[in-house]
């Protein structure tokens, strides 16, 4: 693999002011020397040295396709460790296409999903968990999610990993000692001690694994659901919410999400909002279509925001909208009129995690909004810092482990024999391990580089 | 000048426990076999603690004699006190321990040596390997004598250069006051081996009638004597003397402490490296520091002697200074001693020099067994002359040679961490060393390598067809009992409780009662109308297949993670710079190891897992 060169587009495939095309490889200079004629300095990318650009034709023969800026980058210092030549077009999409076919035709190939990032990381330039949070750094929406892939690099979630399961290395250790040592007059290992390091241990994973939910969030945004009674004030929530930040992706067409219509971030936090049909039973066969889809995405969604108008009466709809929220991460967003206040929310407020109220004529409740969002996903006085969970491979080590130590904790009090539980602890901590890349395995490498896309 | 005497196809350089096994498997493997020694008197000699097993150690017995070795039966034969460690931690870690009587476990093993068929054993010195393209043609001995022989086992424990220390004085010496082997170090550098220089040491022995014994803690052995052979019989076995247990003091301390600058440890004249897991008393006190007393052992050294030994005290300081810290210890106020405690340096090969069959890499037909290979302890040395013996009569059949895998045996364990890891001092067998410990219980060693000990051929039709016998019955009733039900009875109820366990109102699996750690399947057998006859051995695999089954499930799982790892093979030979994602340090070690596949190359020290990752993805991309 080292030897071949390879090139991809490492934007976004959108319309856009600029995309650039990456190639690296031993033959990364040679190739950019038959596609790109330097009108900026005159010498051919072969001759550039390395962190300097050129601005320049790129050209197919006597074909001029495109202009653009060629950066170098000479191995070793290079995103990959390899010759890298970097090339920003200017011509859009297609013209950006023909550009890459013309680079495979002077002979580069097309680079696999992740191949630059697993070039630099078989060249040392990473390490495996970085080079996973290089991964989520790709995929994170919000800035609270940089922030924690950022932290993840810097070892914030290492650190917590790594004193629980130091703590179980110790008692394996003396645990070890004990048993090898017969008549070396080595204190026994008291029940008590290997309960209380056990414990100790499955508490700081279940706060892990709890803030997993908070950091899923933070990095994938939430699926939001809007609902409520037809005329309660939700386009206006829904006009509000995009006001304060104006979408950041606009959804495109014939993805399965079609009732997605806007994502807008809120705080740290980015919400994907949809608005919904009414909740309520219709002879209309068509209608219920509507209805039955609603329901259905009020069910998947991760946040629910069910508006009421506090001018009117509590109806069955909203009473059985307050029963769809029931355990669930749901707020009650009290729109307030000029009315007077008729709502009697005591009677369904027992239904929700938290309750606001808004305006939303007068704009004001956002605030309120967004502390009752972070306080229900444990945002507020989150901190990249502390070290999370950031992605489903890390939580189910996690889990993993967490299981294998209650498991170890429930046989110790049955009174099991501490060869047996030992194993118990022995396969939780191989699970922390292999969370932190201590323990390399095979799934753990396919894991992480499964996860990367073309160009990166 | 040398003369030629006699052609072999192999020669076992060494007759104590790695040589005898070694000799005594290629003999019966069908080889023609010599065995040298330095004095015909030393075969099989104890020239330190009186005693065979101990914790993982007595693992490492029960293996070698369901592979088909001689450790196990001696032991057996020669034993004056039996106890199984660890009672009561889990049958993972119990550990057989015999006291043995030191001499007639010589003569025993001399004598099977000597009746052996295809197996000569000779009294001399060898100083020479002779080699041609890489390949041992034979050997030359200190008269001149010159063997061919297509294989040689070098299994020269501390006798190569031997140094023996006692405080300021130092003199070439083998253990035991025999001669030291002074030539063959020099011939094997030539070869290119590397040679390193180790170290350990021996407490002192003393007279009985020097020791009060009323101001002992006794030790007796267990009522219930297990022997180490699967093929021993229980009936008969007993224990004939005790043993006793003292311990040093604050003043033994201190008597340690102001002579410390005398131990030639301390004072730097030994270069040799000694044991972690063995060490001196100066070393434990020194190390230890906080430790108000340390615990030793007074064993016999056997039934026709006065001599005592005293484990846990070895120790290199002059002899005033032995004789002045020993009479501050409660029962040893007149004690006399009789030989002195002494440290011995050797020289040593790097055990990473050699394959897992322990053929040196760079030699064919030259292997390395015992404290040669850098172990430290008798059973470490036999279970090496076992598996070298036996690929040493393998090779002159040209047949591939055996290796036993981590997730096998202690043994597989053993040779991996040797081989892949290497070691910095006297490696000692622990059960921690093994990451599958429930899997290689001592009790279900044959279980593990009977099959593999009967297809090499040591193991005769007769005990693999009473082994088959065992296994189907274990089978059978396992099956029997998970599908027993027991009905809750008041009886039963009784014996739940009073085992501290809750009562049934339902019928229940006997299997599943039988997993509750109160609870064992013997408890059950007067609820169990239809149990049938089995003997003890049966009984207690079928109670800890039952109990421990979840567990073993575990370890299955991990061991077929792993396997997956060594299945991704490396390309040998291989140059490692190659690969730049790899650090320094782990290009160097891969490159000197060269492992067979990823799983070895995880377990080198000094290469990460990202390191790890590195070839992963990079055998991958190379595919």
Same mark, same amino acid.
């Not at chain 1, 808004?358 to 004001?364: H, T, Y």
């Not at chain 2, 007759?15 to 019966?28: F, S």
């Not at chain 2, 070795?69 to 004056?80: L, N, Q, S, V, W």
């Not at chain 2, 593999?452 to 296994?471: A, N």
């Given at each position: ?38 009108? %900026? ?5 072969? =001759? ?5 650009? #050129? ?52 002979? !580069?190939?097309? !680079? ?16 495996? $968990?970085? !080079? ?19 932290? +993840? ?119 994907? +909002? ?7 039973? $219709? ?22 925001? #069910? ?24 707020? #009650?967003?009290? /729109? ?79 009174? #099991? $024999? ?39 | 000048? %040398? ?56 693992? +490492? ?70 080699? *041609? ?125 102001? /002579? ?16 972690? &897991? ?38 290199? +300081? ?14 040893? =106020? ?154 809750? $009875?008041?009886?039963? /109820? ?56 979840? &567990?073993? *499930?575990?370890?299955?799982? =991990? ?7 060594? /299945? @991704? ?10 690969? @730049? ?31 790890? %990752? ?10």
């Amino acid at each position: 693999m080292s030897t071949d060169t390879a090139a991809a587009i490492s934007t976004p495939r959108a319309q856009g002011g600029i995309s650039v095309i990456r190639i690296s490889g031993e033959d990364a200079l040679s190739v950019a020397d038959k596609v790109f004629q330097s009108v %900026s300095c005159k010498i051919p990318p072969s =001759e550039m040295e390395g962190y300097t650009c #050129a601005y320049g034709k790129i050209v197919n023969g006597d074909e001029i396709m495109d202009d653009g800026v060629l950066t170098v980058f000479r191995a070793p210092k290079s995103y990959t460790g390899e010759d890298v030549v970097e090339i920003s077009c200017h011509g859009g999409i297609f013209v950006t296409e023909q550009i890459l076919r013309l680079i495979f035709d002077r002979g !580069a190939k097309p !680079a696999g999903a992740g191949e630059f990032t697993k070039r630099a990381f078989l060249n040392g330039k990473m390490s495996l $968990t970085q !080079a996973e949070a290089v991964m989520d750094i790709i995929s994170a929406d919000g800035g609270a999610g940089l922030k924690c892939a950022e932290a +993840l690099r810097d070892g914030a979630l290492f650190r917590r990993i790594k004193t629980v399961s130091d703590g179980m290395l110790k008692l394996l250790g003396s645990l070890a000692a004990w048993v090898d040592y017969p008549d070396d007059d080595i204190p026994a290992v008291e029940e008590y001690e290997i309960s209380a390091v056990l414990e100790a241990g499955i508490a700081e994973l279940g706060e892990l694994l709890e803030s997993y939910e908070s950091g899923r969030i933070v990095r994938e945004g939430a699926d939001t659901v809007i609902a409520g009674r037809p005329n309660v004030g939700k386009s206006t929530l829904m006009n509000l919410l995009a006001g304060c930040e104006r979408s950041i992706v606009s959804d495109t067409a014939g993805t399965t999400r079609d009732i997605v219509e806007e994502s807008v971030r809120l705080g740290d936090i980015v919400l994907r +909002l949809s608005d919904t049909a009414g909740i309520h039973d $219709t002879e209309d066969s068509v209608e219920s279509i509507g209805v039955d889809r609603a329901r259905k995405k009020l069910d998947s969604a991760d946040l629910i925001l #069910a508006v009421f108008d506090v001018g009117s009466l509590i109806t069955d709809e909203d009473r059985e909208l307050s029963e769809r929220c029931r355990n669930r991460n749901s707020i #009650a967003v009290l /729109n307030k009129s000029d009315l007077e206040q008729r709502f009697d929310f005591e009677e369904i407020s027992d239904c929700f995690k938290n309750s606001v109220t808004v305006s939303a004529e007068k704009g004001d409740g956002i605030d309120a909004l967004k502390a009752a969002v972070e306080k229900l996903y444990g945002i507020s006085g989150f901190s990249a810092d502390m070290g999370i969970l950031a992605n489903e491979r890390q939580r189910s080590c996690a889990l993993k482990a967490k299981q294998c130590f209650t498991d170890a904790l429930e046989a110790l009090k049955a009174g #099991a $024999t501490f060869d047996a539980v030992t194993v118990l602890i022995d396969d939780g901590e191989n699970s922390l391990l292999e969370l932190t890349g201590e323990k390399a395995s095979e799934a753990v490498v396919d894991e992480v580089f499964s996860r990367f896309c073309v160009g990166k | 000048m %040398s003369h030629y005497i006699d052609s072999y196809d192999v020669a076992v350089i060494g007759a104590g426990h790695a040589g005898v096994e070694a000799a005594l498997a290629a003999a019966r493997l069908g080889a023609k076999t010599v065995m040298f020694t330095i004095s015909l008197d030393n075969i099989a000699n104890m020239p330190c603690n009186p005693s065979i097993g101990g914790t993982a150690k007595g693992h +490492l017995v029960r293996e070698i004699d369901a592979l088909g070795g001689e450790m196990g039966k001696a032991a057996d034969a020669c034993f004056i006190q039996s106890r199984m460690l660890n009672r009561g931690k889990g049958p993972a870690v119990h550990s057989l321990r015999v006291q043995a009587d030191r001499v007639k476990y010589h003569n025993h093993m001399k004598k099977i040596c000597e009746m052996q068929e295809n197996l000569d054993v000779k009294q001399a010195e060898v100083t020479e390997i002779l080699a *041609e393209n890489g390949t041992v043609t034979g050997i030359v001995t200190h008269l001149g004598g010159e063997y061919k022989v297509k294989t040689a086992i070098i299994a020269t424990g501390t006798y190569l250069k031997g140094l023996i220390h006692v405080g300021d004085v130092s003199y070439e010496s083998g253990p035991d006051s025999t001669l030291p082997a002074r030539g063959l170090s020099d011939s094997l550098k030539k070869l290119g081996i590397e040679i390193r220089r180790f170290k350990t040491g021996t407490p002192s022995r003393v007279h009985r009638r020097s020791i009060d014994f009323d101001k002992l803690e006794i030790q007796h052995g267990d009522s219930d004597i297990q022997p180490f052979s699967f093929e021993t019989s229980r009936e008969g076995l007993e224990n004939i003397v005790p043993c006793y247990v003292a311990y040093t003091n604050v003043e033994t301390h201190r008597v340690i402490h102001e /002579n410390i600058h005398r131990s030639p440890m301390y004072s730097g004249r030994i270069e040799g490296i000694g044991p972690r &897991y063995c060490p001196s008393i100066e070393d434990k006190i020194v190390r230890f520091s906080e430790r108000p007393r340390h615990q030793l052992f007074i064993e016999p050294m056997g039934l026709d002697t006065e001599e005592f030994y005293l484990q846990g005290m070895s120790s290199s +300081l002059p002899e005033d200074v032995q004789i002045a810290f020993l009479r501050t210890i409660k029962g040893l =106020e007149r004690v006399e001693i009789m030989r002195n405690a002494y440290a011995i340096e050797y020289d040593c090969c790097n055990p990473q020099d050699l394959k897992h069959t322990l053929e040196f890499k760079n030699i064919r037909g030259l292997y390395g067994a015992g404290q040669f290979n850098g172990t430290s302890g008798y059973e470490e040395a036999a279970a090496q002359g076992l598996v070298a013996g036996i690929n040493a009569a393998r090779y002159c059949k040209g047949q591939e040679g055996i290796t036993l895998s981590r997730s096998s045996s202690y043994i597989g364990t053993l040779i991996d961490d040797l081989v892949i890891k290497g070691c910095l001092d006297p490696y000692r067998m622990m059960t921690s060393r093994s990451e599958y410990r429930l899997l290689l219980r001592q009790d279900n060693a044959d279980e593990r390598l009977t099959p593999l000990g009967y297809e090499i051929g040591l193991i005769s039709e007769k005990r693999y067809k009473l082994f088959h016998v065992k296994q189907l019955q274990i089978k059978q009733e396992i099956s029997r009992v998970k599908s027993k039900t027991l009905s809750p $009875t008041a009886e039963l /109820n009784e014996l739940l409780l009073q085992k501290g366990t809750a009562e049934i109102s339902t019928g229940v699996k006997m299997s599943d009662l039988i997993r509750r750690p109160q609870i064992s399947y013997e408890d059950l057998a007067p609820f169990d109308g239809e149990r049938p006859e089995l003997p003890f051995e049966v009984q207690e695999q079928v109670g800890l297949q039952i109990e421990y089954e979840g &567990y073993i *499930e575990r370890q299955l799982a =991990e061991v077929e993670h792993v396997r997956k790892l060594e /299945n @991704k093979r490396l390309p040998q030979p291989f140059d490692y710079k190659e690969i @730049k994602g790899l650090s320094l340090e782990s290009q160097e070690k891969l490159n000197r190891i060269q492992p067979e596949n990823i799983g070895q190359a995880s377990r080198i020290s000094g290469v990460s897992p990202a390191d790890v %990752s590195v070839l992963i993805i990079w055998l991958s991309a190379n595919k």
